[in-house]
């Protein structure tokens, strides 16, 4: 498992390689901070990384390193989540000020219905999932549905606590037609169907009596047909019908992502990194001495 933090090792640390190039007389140049990163995605033959103030990218098939940012087309800077589909080929970025920009083809679409709305609570783009068509944006006030190619708002969870008070969400997995949710109250649990208002607080299970009830859960993963979560110290498991913990090294300090990559669950921790493969075996790898890791994947050799 070595060579899987190298890539993010490699990523981090850059700073003088990016936009060296000579600038033409009349032109101008952005002077963003990418050394400090938090964000790794895998887009087709590029590992694209988010950092403090802007995205950029290494081309794999070239080695090049590229850089985005408001100047090249993006709506903003500070980038708080991002997610690529394969599937649809669509990559989509969320901002701490709730703008969201559908990259696809070369063309960034932006959506800011979030951004622009009149919601009081933080408009943090916490996390992106993208299925069936639709982008699942996870918020401090609930979840917000976006259409992959028009970027139109198409629905809104929203106030789903017990008494139907706002509740922040971390994250959105959906498994086949059931939808579960990552909040600081638990897991909450609800079906994708016509005749069923998941807008509605009353219509969300939320696994009261169980590992995960009221527990704030930070991060969720779907992994061998089971929903995984983690309230950052410890991991839990839900088969469809019960919830048990899987036992692991914690010693990394607080667990920080779940990711689904190539088979594996990475558990995504501090200063280490857990691989869960798909026979239940967990190895994991330590970092360098004072590393602090915000993200990583696997790429398409195995890095």
């Known amino acids: 498992m070595r060579p899987l933090v190298k890539i993010f090792i490699f990523l981090i640390s850059i700073n003088s390689g ?18 400090r990163t938090h964000l790794i995605e895998k887009v087709g033959d590029k590992i694209y990384c988010a950092a403090q103030s802007g995205l950029f990218y290494f081309d794999t098939s070239d080695n090049s390193l590229n850089k985005l940012s408001k100047i090249e087309g993006l709506s903003d800077t500070k980038i708080t989540a991002m997610a690529y589909e394969e599937a649809s080929a669509i990559f989509v970025l969320g901002y701490d000020n709730g703008n969201i920009d559908i990259l696809e083809n070369n063309e960034i679409l932006n959506v800011a219905g979030i951004k622009k709305s009149d919601i ?9 999932t993208i299925r069936n068509g639709r982008i699942y ?13 028009s970027g139109e708002i198409v629905e809104a969870y929203q106030n789903l606590g017990i008494n139907g008070e706002s ?16 909040s600081n109250f638990g897991v909450l649990k609800g079906t994708i169907a016509q005749y069923i208002n998941l807008q509605d607080f009353n219509n969300w299970e939320r696994f009261d009596g169980t590992l995960v009830s009221d527990q704030k859960i930070v991060s969720i993963a779907s992994f061998n047909d089971k929903i995984i979560t983690t309230d950052g110290s ?58 602090i890791v915000k993200d990583a994947l696997i790429g398409s050799a195995g890095n």
């Open 120 to 128: 009081n609570d933080s408009k943090t783009i916490n996390d992106i």
């Open 18 to 35: 990016i936009a060296q190039e000579s600038i033409p007389i009349g032109t101008w140049r952005s002077h963003f901070n990418y050394k």
């Open 234 to 291: 410890s991991i839990f498991s839900y088969d469809g019908t019960d919830w048990e913990e899987i036992e692991f090294d914690n010693s990394g300090g607080d667990i920080v992502k779940l990711k689904n990559q190539q088979d594996k669950l990475l558990i995504i921790s501090e200063a280490m990194i857990h691989s869960l493969e798909s026979n239940s075996e967990i190895n994991h790898i330590d970092l360098e001495e004072n590393a």
């Open 137 to 149: 944006i996870s918020t401090n006030f609930g979840v917000i549905v976006v259409k992959n190619d």
């Open 167 to 182: 509740v922040k969400i971390n994250g959105v997995v959906i498994q086949e037609s059931e939808i579960y949710l990552a």
